[in-house]
């Protein structure tokens, strides 16, 4: 009789210790990125290099002696289905932190989410200035990707030391358009007193046929251009505006951020590039600043298997970095302790020394920049030669 | 004030965005004319077309004439994809709600996207112009790319078959007969089943077409399939769902609403085309050349 209630009450025991045992044993992270649709660009690389990270990191043993599990699900670019799955991979998969996101729609959208339920979000990719602005600013929210006040400001230090005076605009009609715009053209105005800006261009985001933009924009004769059209939509601009005659036109005063300068737009373009234009990017294979970034280089080549790695890897190696390091520093899982832990955190990354700044849980992270170039051993245009802008000097 | 040859060329941009649209946009409006289904997977036709497009140069190597015939191919078997389609899914939801046909082709939409991604990845892709012409010729003091006076050619020369097609010969005078009564056509003999098969793959070929034909100046991405459905749809609903020139009109106005309305109100691009839209909507409902249902 002793023994059998000595049983049940062990099972009991057991029964109530297993559940949180089964949750206790890995790290949960949900990921919630855009891998259908236009925004799959840059979401499938960056997924690709938090998966690497992790699972390097549970090679050496994980973090606190427990392996980390990414799990992934398409956003499908609709900030609405990033907070349905988002709220999905809190309730139902019981993830202890969010890392994701691509775009500026979906990143504040799912920054509530994580408000919520008290969970740390880092986001890796999307850049308004809105995500952790003064008002939208909790303490659970962070991001790793450069945001647009940075670029657009980064690209206005390039321009001042051109000898132009008039310069026109071109940016797709949203969030990140407008507020990367806005940046450059304050900036320019404040470092370079005298340009005039004499044109902005609004294609909505999307648009198929910039040619009436182009035509548009030439006839009021600037002498430097200023484009934010990322990704496709960046190809689509530069292979109509070059027949068009656009780039001679301004001899080649062009500056494309929105990381038209990164390996895979210059890729897909090969001899197509408007060569000689300003180009940025997150990222590049052939920089060499670091042994450590060799290296990592050298390992998502293989990881990925593509002699041409992706630059978008990166913002997903980062920002799961970040939670890693600052889970370590903390010592615990806990949200909010390691929300503490990230306040300030700098850790040593593939491409340098990053901080999350305590006052606006902004990352110091600037991008590369460069004249592009044709490479003639690789077929493609690179940034010669790839130079990292430090963005500390003129943050606010 | 812009001087004239400024306000000309920029006309003439407007007109080539036209051009390129009414390509993608006649084949929409060919199949809601016949068939009355308003076919969302015609994005997709047009995504496949290009690359298919991009595919096959990539397999016909090095070659001048290849784009053309990767054109060629890739038109032909979206034909052949869109005849499948018809012939073994879409007949058995012929006369049933309109909800059906809605549904059954956004599946498509989301099969095709899927299917491409798993083709091709997400990275986007890119082709040159055709050697030949890749040049550009002044006119108006602006610069006119080769590949661009191509497809301001092309565009009325497919007008002008299509029309020549419907209005010219015994296949034309059918279809539109079916477009008007397919009972009674039956009646008289014409087997209306594997013509409505036939206008599915012309459709499906000029959606192809197009989006194979856009490969030189536009990058090929995920998701341009939805892209262009939209504008698709806008073009077809100012010009008359299936009117044919009103789909060709539709095309033309879209087009130079949106070169001059961005030199007048810069920051509405977006804004102007759909006021277009609306106002059509307003006064004509049944768009500008399109007729009434139910007469």
């Given at each position: 009789m002793l ?6 009450t ?29 925004g ?8 690709k290099?938090a998966q ?8 050496a ?13 398409d956003?499908k ?8 799955v ?31 339920n ?57 969030a990140y ?28 985001l ?5 040619t009436p ?15 934010c059209?990322?990704?496709?939509f ?16 301004v ?45 990592y ?19 997903g ?16 899982t ?40 044709l ?22 | ?45 047009y ?50 709600d ?8 956004y599946?498509?939409?989301l ?6 991604k798993?083709?091709?990845g997400?990275?986007?892709l890119?082709?040159s112009?055709p ?5 550009s ?35 034309g ?5 079916a477009a008007?009564d397919?009972?009674?056509l ?6 209306v ?38 504008e ?16 060709f ?14 030199l ?8 102007s ?5 609306a ?17």
């Open positions: 023994r059998r209630s000595l049983l049940v062990l099972t009991a025991a057991l029964a109530l210790l297993l559940p949180s045992y089964a949750r206790g044993e890995k790290i949960k992270v949900g990921f919630p990125i855009i891998l259908s649709g236009g799959a660009l840059f979401g499938e690389p960056a997924m290099g690497m990270y992790v699972e390097e990191i549970n090679a043993g994980g973090v606190l002696g427990r392996p980390i599990e990414l799990i992934v699900r956003t670019g609709n900030a609405d289905e990033a907070v349905r988002a709220r999905e991979l809190i309730l139902k998969d019981n993830v202890d932190f969010l890392v994701g996101t691509v775009t500026s729609a979906e990143g504040p959208a799912v920054s509530v989410v994580a408000k919520e008290k969970i740390v979000f880092i986001a890796p990719i999307p850049k308004t200035d809105q995500l952790t602005a003064p008002e939208k600013l909790h303490p659970y929210v962070f991001r790793v990707a450069a945001n647009t006040t940075v670029e657009g400001r980064s690209a206005a230090e390039v321009v001042a030391k051109w000898n132009v005076k008039q310069i026109a605009t071109i940016g797709p009609d949203y358009g407008q507020d990367v715009t806005r940046a450059f053209v304050s900036w320019i105005k404040k470092i370079k007193p005298g340009v005039e800006i004499v044109d902005q261009e609004w294609p909505k999307g648009e198929s046929d910039y933009f182009i035509n548009a924009m030439m006839g009021k004769k600037p002498d430097a251009v200023f484009s059209l990322w990704g496709g960046f190809v689509t601009f530069a292979k109509q505006a070059k027949p068009l005659g656009l780039f001679e036109a001899k080649l005063n062009v500056i494309a951020v929105g990381e038209a300068g990164s390996p895979e737009t210059a890729k897909t373009m090969g001899s197509d590039y408007p060569f000689g234009i300003w180009g940025n990017s997150y990222d590049a294979f052939y920089w060499h600043p670091s042994p450590a970034h060799r290296d280089a050298e390992r998502l080549s293989k990881y990925l298997k593509d002699p041409y790695p992706s630059s978008w890897a990166i913002q190696y980062t920002g799961m970095q970040f939670l890693v390091e600052a889970i370590k520093k903390a010592g615990s806990d949200s909010e302790k390691v929300a503490k832990a990230l306040l300030g955190l700098t850790i040593d990354t593939p491409i340098g020394r990053q901080t999350l700044r305590e006052k606006d849980h902004q990352a110091d992270r600037g991008q590369l920049y460069g004249k592009m170039t490479d003639p051993a690789i077929g493609f245009a690179v940034m010669k030669p790839p130079t990292y802008i430090d963005p500390s000097r003129f943050m606010d | 004030m812009p001087d004239l040859s400024f306000l000309l060329a920029q006309s003439l941009s407007g007109l080539t965005a036209a051009m390129f649209l009414f390509l993608i946009a006649s084949g929409l409006s060919l199949i809601f004319g016949v068939l009355r289904v308003l076919n969302f997977a015609h994005g997709s036709f995504m496949l077309g290009a690359y298919l497009a991009f595919q096959f140069v990539l397999w016909g190597g090095m070659g001048p004439g290849r784009f053309w015939w990767a054109v060629l191919g890739a038109a032909l078997t979206i034909a052949i994809v869109g005849g499948l389609v018809e012939r073994l899914l879409l007949r058995h939801l012929y006369g049933k309109e909800l059906y046909q809605l549904l059954f082709t599946g498509l939409v099969i095709a996207s899927d299917a491409a798993k083709a091709w997400t990275q986007q890119s082709l112009r050697p030949g012409l890749t040049g010729s002044r006119v108006f003091g602006t610069m006119l790319p080769h590949y661009n006076l191509f497809i301001l050619l092309l565009g009325p020369t497919i007008a002008l078959g299509l029309w020549l097609l419907l209005n010219r010969t015994r296949a005078r059918v279809i539109r007969a008007l397919r009972e009674m039956g009646a008289l003999g014409v087997n089943s594997w013509l409505y098969t036939g206008v599915f793959m012309l459709g499906s070929f000029l959606g192809g077409l197009g989006g194979a034909l856009v490969t030189p100046v536009r990058a090929i991405v995920p998701g341009m399939d939805v892209e262009i459905i939209v698709a749809f806008i073009v077809v609903v100012i010009g008359g769902l299936g009117s044919f020139w009103g789909t009109l539709g095309a033309v106005i879209y087009g130079q609403v949106l070169a001059f309305g961005i007048i109100v810069p920051a509405f691009s977006i804004f085309v759909f006021a277009l839209m106002v059509v909507l307003i006064v004509r409902p049944w768009g500008l050349l399109g007729q009434p249902l139910g007469t």
